[in-house]
């Protein structure tokens, strides 16, 4: 197969090996922060700032929980909700939003003395309604199905999610949890692995293009230690989202867990720095094939990534670092290593004719 069209190939995969685990990683954190930030409420008219239930209604549907069977994301108060019930004597009384704590309103309930309940909106904003997020509300709107995925979310899973900021920033979760509940599970381990598939025809059509130009002439020795390394990272990666969300109690799996994506970062950096030592030492042969600003801006950042990593490793290892400092250098670390693709992408000219 003639260099140009391996060129088109390795620059295709380099592309989506830059988008897909980009995507993917930060489709996770949104799904987590939707299920995390935001409340279902009763399926009611939140459109009037004052609701009147029946005491029977109220009692089912807030009392014994049944309208969490209809729960609305989408249709919530935007205001806070104060619940209160009027008594046969006229008395206002404020109920307890958890009523099975409000012993007093079931005892008067049983006795038939409440003639209404009230849900009424004040001036504060309600925090867990989503339509106070213009962007999230706009998602949960208009993209088909996904108000029911976070609701089922949110019922199937009691715990694990918190109100989230951005991860990036301030660290409030990894990249781990973010990916180990439904639905983001779903999402995660195949696009992942599908990543990691797509890494390996990225480095076998490096190989692949060097064996072409060799073959021709163009090249001499040129070495093929970046496709092995290149190999062992994406297998490990491969390893990492099989092992997410699998949740033994034990501390061996846990190490084994931890050395896989250790091996997978080692063996990434050490291809990616194999690949630019090539490249850099066979410049000459390849003038009419890369771009030289490229190469000098991948090799800037390689030099950096090898720096970080072991400044990283050292923090962790001797330093005394915060979990939420951890996950802010995980999320950043692991989205901007992955310029070295959508570098890789610019790197390679995009040859015309028969080369």
Known sequence: MRANKFIKKLRFFALVSFFIPLITINICVVLYDLIGSF??????????????LKPKDYEKDFLRNEYINSLSLTNCPIYVTKHYAVTDENQVMELQVVADD????????????????FLEQGNVKEESC?????????????I???????????????????????????GEVSISRTA???????????????????????WKNNLNLFNSLESNNILANSSKTFFIFGSLSCLFLILHASF???????????????????????????????????????????????????????????????????????????????????????????SILLFYYLLSFFLWKNLKGNN
């Open 244 to 334: 997410l969300g699998i949740d033994l109690e034990s501390k061996l799996f846990l190490k084994i867990r931890r050395l896989i994506i250790i091996l997978f970062i080692i063996f990434e950096i050490c291809a990616q720095v194999f690949l630019i030592k090539n490249l850099y030492k066979l410049k000459a042969e390849l003038k009419n094939y890369i771009n030289f600003f490229i190469l000098k801006v991948k090799i800037c950042f390689v030099l950096i990534a090898c720096i970080s990593t072991f400044v990283i490793f050292l923090l962790l290892i001797f330093g005394n670092i915060s979990g939420s400092m951890k996950h802010i250098v995980e999320w950043n670390y692991f």
């Open 39 to 52: 409340e279902g409420f009763a399926n009611l008219d939140w459109s009037n700032k004052k609701i009147e």
């Open 144 to 170: 088909v199905g996904l108000e029911d995925i976070v609701i089922k979310a949110k019922k199937d899973n009691k715990s694990g999610f918190t109100k989230i900021k951005n991860p990036y920033f301030y």
């Open 130 to 142: 989503v339509k106070n997020y213009k962007i999230s509300y706009f998602l949960l709107k208009n």
């Open 102 to 117: 409000d012993k007093k309103f079931v005892t008067l309930l049983k006795k038939n003395k409440i003639k209404s309940v």
């Open 180 to 202: 180990r509940y439904y639905p983001a599970t779903y999402i995660f381990k195949p696009f992942i692995i599908l990543s990691s598939i797509l890494l390996f025809f990225y």
